[in-house]
Each structure stands twice: as structure tokens, then as C-alpha cells.
């Protein structure tokens, strides 16, 4: 799982979260809550991304780790013609 300059903007999120939740519940809760919700849209996001990728192609290109089609590796193809 890699650390992207989307998650920051995501973690910032979260944090405003917990801190909009404090007055409403306890600073444990609120952070929490926040928590989870920092994973949860990460954990989907991830496997959206996965998801998308499968349907998209069957794997990674060994040689690019670009997403290879029933074709092939549409980038490694086109550098052998
Ligand atoms: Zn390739």
C-alpha cells in the first residue's frame, strides 16, 4: 500500500472529521470514526483501482508493469514494430 499525495488530502479530510466530531462525542470516538473512514475510502479506492485492472487486462507486463491485454503489453508491442 503506497502513501499518495491523495492521501494526504484524504487524511486531512479525516482529521477535520474528528475534529468537527469532538464537540458531539468523545476525542476517542471522533478519532475513531475518523480513522476508519481514512482506511475504508483507502482500502477502496485500492481495490477499485485492482478491480478495474483486472477487468481491464490479465496482469502486469513483466517487462513495463504496464496492464497487459488479451493482445499483449499494449506498450512493449508497439516498441517492436
Ligand atoms: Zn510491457
Redesign the pocket.
Known sequence: MKFERRDTILLLGAIMLAIGMIPFTTPAFAMITAAAVFFGIKWFSVWRKRSIMLEAGLGF?A??G?AVTKDG?P??NNKKE
Do not use: G
Request: with cysteine.
Open positions: 507486463c517487462e513495463c504496464s503489453c506498450q512493449c
